[in-house]
Every structure is written in C-alpha cells, then in structure tokens.
C-alpha cells in the first residue's frame, strides 16, 4: 500500500542550526502538507503546497521556515536557524485534491521527531 | 478564534463495548470533516470523514454521525477490540481548501 515517507525520523540538532526534514509524499498525490505535533498536543497545521507553491500558511509557519519541492518526488520542510520551541513531531501529508473534490483525504507520514538542544 | 475541540480527554472500555468519542466545532463554515487515529510514535491515520450534506456516514465497524445544529461530531467504534487503543483526534478543513484543524484528542483505552 502507498505511504507517506519521512526522513529521519529522529534529528537533534543545536539552537540556531538549520535543519531540513524530508518527505516523500504518495507518488500520484498532488497536494502536500506539513504539519507538527508538540508532545501532548494537539496536531497543527503548518503549509500546503501545490503546483510549486504554497496555497496556505499558518501563523506558525514565519520566515523562518520555507519549503521545497527539489524533485519530482521528495518535499522538503527547512527551518533556518532552530529554537528550543521549535521542538515537536514534524508530520508530512498528501493528497490527490485538495478539499471539495473527491480522494480530499491526506495521508500522514510516520513523522520526524525534531529535538532542538 | 474559531476552534475544533473534545469533550472528553480519555475513553476507558472494555473490549467488545461500542465506543463514542465526541467532538465540538465552532466554525459555522465548517463543511467537511475527518476523524483520525493515532496510535503511540505513528502518524494520524485516516479512518472516514463525513461532508456537512450528510448526518451520517457508515464504514467498517466505524460511524460518523453530524449534527450541524449544535456542531457536533461523533465517532462510534462498534465491538471496539484492544487494537483500536489509540488518541483520536476530529478535524475540520472549515473554510480552507487546504488545511485540517485539528481537535485535542481523545486516548481511547480498550481493557481485555
């Protein structure tokens, strides 16, 4: 069965480091997302992007964040310079549409649990 | 702001019992929903969803029931067996083409 795959699933990383979470996204899906779960929350969205740019953001998502689509299959989530707060389970999605339409639902990755030390 | 939340934070049954797991919204918007199943270090999973046209949606030993009146949501396990042990969380894509908001979660325990 097609799934999501995230790369590593574990990084620690320093305070002020940069770090780029990696993403595989089911290869006919079309829509991706990036999502984090802070220990014992609740999960939150974090962008969407389409057709080579992001459709939507959320307030969490500031300059300090970007992502990419480098090829025709990985998706990519960078944080620039890292803070402890930053610390949570990055949880790449995807999905053949986008709401509205017909195959809306996303499918999660295992995720990436990013430790910032 | 406009929010998706969980009455209850924990579930305990026993196994072979149905399970209800509830869910609020307040976002009048709101138009499409899904329910998600977490189990310990893994991604949500997607277990059905349900789009404000209909109150009810059936899947295998799962129910989704709507009540757009009150903004509220339900999950229903039938014969809930210890594999269903898992945080379940209601999302709601609202207004958004794009995003889920997600709930804060239920844990569902299933006792032998």
């Known amino acids: 069965e097609p799934e999501v795959t995230q790369t590593p699933s574990h990084q620690v990383t320093q305070m002020g480091q940069e770090v780029i979470l990696r993403c595989v996204p089911i290869?006919?899906?079309?829509?991706f997302y990036w999502y984090r779960q802070i220990l014992g929350q609740k999960v939150e969205f974090l962008v969407s992007?389409?057709?080579?740019?992001?459709?939507?953001k959320s307030e969490i998502f500031d300059d300090q964040f970007s992502v990419e689509r480098p090829d025709g299959s990985n998706f990519t989530l960078k944080i620039r310079s890292t803070k402890l707060e930053d610390s949570a389970m990055y949880f790449c999605?995807?999905?053949?549409?986008?709401?509205?339409?017909?195959?809306?639902?996303?499918?999660f990755g295992q995720g990436t649990r990013l430790t910032v030390v | 702001g406009e929010s998706v939340g969980l009455h209850l934070p924990t579930l305990s049954v026993q196994e072979g019992d149905n399970s209800i797991i509830n869910c609020a919204y307040s976002?009048?918007?709101?138009?499409?929903f899904i329910w998600y199943k977490q189990e310990s270090g893994k991604g949500p999973q997607f277990i059905i969803d349900?789009?404000?046209?209909?109150d009810k949606r059936q899947g295998q030993r799962v129910t989704v029931l709507l009540n757009k009146t009150v903004k509220h949501l339900s999950l229903q396990i039938a014969a809930t067996q210890p594999g269903d042990s898992a945080v379940y969380f209601c999302?709601?894509?609202?207004?958004?083409?794009?995003?889920?908001?997600f709930g804060k979660g239920t844990l569902l325990t299933v006792n032998p």
């Open positions: 999605a995807s999905s053949v549409n986008p709401r509205g339409m017909e195959n809306t639902e996303a499918f």
């Open positions: 290869s006919n899906h079309l829509y």
């Open positions: 992007f389409y057709n080579n740019e992001i459709s939507e």
């Open positions: 976002n009048s918007a709101s138009d499409y």
């Open positions: 349900i789009r404000s046209n209909m």
């Open positions: 999302a709601e894509s609202g207004g958004s083409n794009y995003k889920l908001t």
